[in-house]
């Protein structure tokens, strides 16, 4: 062979090499996928919806989550990282729509380890009054179990959503294994829970700023302010 041409061959070679090694090939496609659920949905304006993205999968992959809540292509809420406003990264928040109207949510979930990757979910909602205070928005023809957590046999996550006693609605309306959280603010009731089996909470149990702010009070202070279940086994809690 021409000494030339082996001589070119093998300046070649070790270009292929030294390109191979300056630019590695891409790491394996590790692809993530945005899955939302906002409830209640419609809404009611002016009571907080949860945003639901914890079913994004993997979650072993997923290091970042962003909310955008009215479509104009700006992220409002984001936590990723080490930047968990809400105390942990679980791909839930939640958001008050002050306004009726339609709004389009967009999350967006990350694999940050690979730039890029990423991948986005859109919901509909759809927020109105509550003109009658009945705990529904206008136009619900359903009963309040339908808007509040379905007909499903599964347990659900449900909202204190709406209503003069938007608390006891929920118990009343909830399942076993369901789960009912309670947004901030107070709340005027007594109430009742003599359902087994359900969980009540915090919107946001993980930060203490809303938990603290997360207040029952009783309207009528001759009452309980929450009693828990029946007979002899009861347990009621009263202010001092």
Same mark, same amino acid.
């Given at each position: 062979?021409?000494?030339?041409?082996?001589?070119?061959?093998?300046?070649?070679?070790?270009?292929?090499?030294?390109?191979?090694?300056?630019?590695?090939?891409?790491?394996?496609?590790?692809?993530?996928?945005?899955?939302?659920?906002?409830?209640?949905?419609?809404?009611?304006?002016?009571?907080?919806?949860?945003?639901?993205?914890?079913?994004?999968?993997?979650?072993?992959?997923?290091?970042?989550?962003?909310?955008?809540?009215?479509?104009?292509?700006?992220?409002?809420?984001?936590?990723?990282? #080490? &930047?968990?406003? *809400?105390?942990?990264? !679980? =791909? %839930?928040?939640?958001?008050?729509?002050?306004?009726?109207?339609? $709004?389009?949510?967009?999350?967006?979930?990350?694999?940050?380890?690979?730039?890029?990757?990423?991948?986005?979910?859109?919901?509909?909602? #759809? &927020?109105?009054? *509550?003109?009658?205070? !009945? =705990? %529904?928005?206008?136009?619900?023809?359903?009963?309040?179990?339908? $808007?509040?957590?379905?007909?499903?046999?599964?347990?659900?996550?449900?909202?204190?959503?709406?209503?003069?006693?938007?608390?006891?609605?929920?118990?009343?309306?909830?399942?076993?294994? !369901?789960?009912?959280?309670?947004?901030?603010?107070?709340?005027?009731?007594?109430?009742?829970?003599?359902?087994?089996?359900?969980?009540?909470?915090?919107?946001?149990?993980?930060?203490?700023?809303?938990?603290?702010?997360?207040?029952?009070?009783?309207?009528?202070? !001759?009452?309980?302010?929450?009693?828990?279940?029946?007979?002899?086994?009861?347990?009621?809690?009263?202010?001092?």
């Amino acid at each position: 062979m021409n000494k030339n041409i082996m001589l070119k061959l093998v300046v070649a070679g070790l270009l292929l090499i030294n390109s191979m090694i300056a630019c590695p090939p891409p790491p394996p496609y590790e692809p993530v996928f945005a899955v939302l659920n906002v409830t209640p949905n419609p809404a009611i304006a002016g009571r907080p919806v949860l945003l639901n993205s914890s079913s994004s999968f993997p979650a072993e992959r997923i290091t970042r989550f962003e909310w955008d809540f009215d479509g104009d292509g700006l992220y409002d809420y984001a936590e990723g990282g #080490v &930047v968990h406003p *809400d105390g942990t990264l !679980d =791909g %839930r928040t939640w958001h008050t729509f002050e306004e009726t109207g339609t $709004y389009i949510v967009k999350l967006r979930v990350t694999n940050s380890s690979y730039v890029g990757w990423s991948d986005t979910a859109e919901v509909e909602v #759809v &927020v109105s009054e *509550d003109s009658d205070n !009945d =705990g %529904r928005p206008n136009g619900w023809v359903g009963t309040l179990q339908e $808007y509040l957590r379905g007909t499903g046999p599964n347990p659900a996550i449900i909202i204190a959503h709406g209503g003069l006693t938007p608390i006891q609605d929920a118990i009343n309306v909830s399942i076993a294994g !369901d789960t009912i959280l309670v947004p901030l603010g107070t709340y005027n009731e007594n109430i009742i829970f003599s359902k087994a089996d359900r969980m009540l909470q915090s919107i946001d149990p993980d930060n203490w700023e809303i938990t603290a702010k997360t207040i029952i009070k009783a309207n009528n202070i !001759d009452n309980p302010t929450v009693y828990i279940g029946s007979g002899a086994n009861s347990i009621l809690f009263s202010k001092d």
